[in-house]
């Protein structure tokens, strides 16, 4: 007998890859080549993987290399790393909203 397993991706975790459910093809060569395992197969056949364990992305980019689709995965920068930077009026280094 089995026994139903129900799974629903943290949402207070930001995520640091977006699939494009329209171009992936659901090949789930990103889920065989991430070394954090974020992603977990669509139970769909040929739907985009489910990006279940955002928090543990390395941010290696390993997903966005291997997909044979351009465009299907993009890697997020890390949220500190999106700041944009702009020279302040006393000319030193100020920060401006991401
Ligand atoms: S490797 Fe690309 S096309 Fe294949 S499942 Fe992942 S995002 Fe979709």
Same mark, same amino acid.
């Given at each position: 007998m089995t026994k139903p397993v129900h799974a629903i991706p943290d949402p207070a975790v930001f995520t640091p890859v977006s699939i494009d459910e329209q171009l992936c093809?659901?090949?789930n060569l990103c889920l065989l080549v991430c070394q954090a395992d974020l992603f977990l197969p669509n139970p769909i056949k040929g739907g985009a993987p489910i990006v279940?364990?955002?928090?543990? *992305?390395?941010?290696? &980019?390993s997903c966005v290399d291997y *997909?044979?689709?351009? &465009?299907?995965i993009t890697l997020n920068g890390q949220l500190f790393n999106r700041v944009r930077w702009k020279e302040a009026d006393d000319g030193g280094a100020g920060r401006s909203e991401p």
């Open positions: 093809i659901g090949c279940m364990y955002g928090g543990e *992305c390395w941010y290696e &980019g *997909c044979p689709v351009p &465009g299907a």
